[in-house]
């Protein structure tokens, strides 16, 4: 089975401007690595809720889900986020097998700026609709 997640890590990584910044740095969150190589992507399914119909459930699911962008800059951390708005958002069509409806950036929040790591981050809230 194809599993959202696996989906989304493919369309990020196949958008060229994204895979430009982080060529394979895009991790489930809870893996990424200790200090991982900047700049970096986390992504978390937050929540998933399936459509039901009577008699049968349809196989539509709507997810959301948060991926982080992590940098050594501000600016480097907008790059990003600018760069993983283009790959996903109104995105439609078929990633890793998963049929993906569609996805809208639901908002963004920056997390702030890690003084031990040295590092930015920002949260990218994506409602992600897709065939199970």
């Known amino acids: 089975m194809a599993y959202i997640e696996g989906a ?10 994204t895979a430009a910044l982080i060529a394979t740095r895009f991790y489930a969150v809870g893996e990424t690595p200790q200090g991982a190589t900047l700049p970096f992507v986390s992504a978390q399914r937050i929540s998933g809720i399936r459509q039901h119909a009577m008699g049968a459930d349809t196989g539509l699911v709507m997810a959301r889900v948060q991926i982080n962008v992590v940098a050594a800059s501000y600016t480097g951390v907008l790059a990003l986020a600018e760069q993983i708005r283009g790959a996903f958002q109104d995105y439609t069509g078929t990633s890793a097998s998963v049929v993906i409806e569609r996805i809208f950036l639901d908002g963004e929040t920056d997390l ?15 409602q992600v609709w897709f065939q199970e």
């Open 112 to 126: 702030g700026f890690d003084q031990p790591g040295e590092a930015h981050s920002r949260a990218l809230d994506f």
């Open 8 to 17: 989304l890590r493919t369309r990020a990584l196949a958008h060229a401007g």
